[in-house]
T-cell receptor, first 114, second 116 residues
Framework: NAGVTQTPKFQVLKTGQSMTLQCAQD?????MYWYRQDPGMGLRLIYY???????DKGEVPNGYNVSRLNKREFSLRLESAAPSQTSVYFC?????????????FGPGTRLLVL | AQSVTQLDSQVPVFEEAPVELRCNYS??????LFWYVQYPNQGLQLLLK??????LVKGINGFEAEFNKSQTSFHLRKPSVHISDTAEYFC??????????????FGKGTKLSVKP
């Protein structure tokens, strides 16, 4: 099992450009999450998907959109990138989305917006 | 709403010494508590979690944590650290009240640096 995979690993964008971060999990999990990690800030939830076909906003959703393509895949889109979106983005999944469950994280995507 | 405070942003320690990473939380309802570890250039992985029952929780790699409800703390400890424990450690809290979804709230992290 590869677990949670993310592509790309690193990306440089210019302000105003768009891009999609891809995430896939092979653990047959129902719930998936997108976080951003900024220095000294910990991780903050951007969006989550409790199950296939549903998505909900997290703590910092502005400037992002998501798509739960199928049970395995959950993408994060930046329509018009801004320097404030420079961050490391982590995708995670959990089996059923229960509050007591462990979340399994991907290796992250480092995004630099110039 | 919940919040998490990790009192130390950096903790340097010598190899084979004991270490304690401190975590305090704030919540008006009962919570589940987690410690995650992030090795350099990797994603996070679970060290241990407290759900209910015994307040002393044992995790992977010789780590343990103690839930103290009266002090709203969940400090992480290891009696003897190794160079390989060098990483960033995140405490996280999630309320156990309500429906299945509820944000996992992370602290800002503590960087543990183990020196030979």
């Amino acid at each position: 099992n590869a677990g949670v995979t993310q592509t790309p690993k690193f990306q440089v964008l210019k302000t105003g450009q768009s891009m999609t971060l891809q995430c896939a999990q092979d653990m047959n999990h129902n719930s998936m999450y997108w976080y951003r990690q900024d220095p000294g800030m910990g991780l903050r939830l951007i969006y989550y998907s409790a199950s296939e076909g549903t998505t909900d906003k997290g703590e910092v959703p502005n400037g992002y959109n998501v798509s739960r393509l199928n049970k395995r895949e959950f993408s994060l889109r930046l329509e018009s990138a801004a320097p404030s979106q420079t961050s490391v983005y982590f995708c995670a999944s959990s089996e059923l989305g229960g509050r007591q469950e462990t979340q399994y994280f991907g290796p992250g995507t480092r995004l630099l917006v110039l | 709403a919940q919040s998490v405070t990790q009192l130390d942003s950096q903790v340097p320690v010598f190899e084979e010494a004991p270490v304690e990473l401190r975590c305090n939380y704030s919540s008006s309802v009962s919570v589940y508590l987690f410690w995650y570890v992030q090795y350099p250039n990797q994603g996070l992985q679970l060290l241990l979690k407290y759900l209910s029952g015994s307040t002393l929780v044992k995790g992977i790699n010789g780590f343990e944590a103690e839930f103290n409800k009266s002090q709203t703390s969940f400090h992480l400890r290891k009696p003897s650290v190794h160079i390989s424990d060098t990483a960033e450690y995140f405490c996280a809290v999630r309320s156990n009240y309500g429906g299945s979804q509820g944000n996992l709230i992370f602290g800002k992290g503590t960087k543990l640096s183990v020196k030979p």
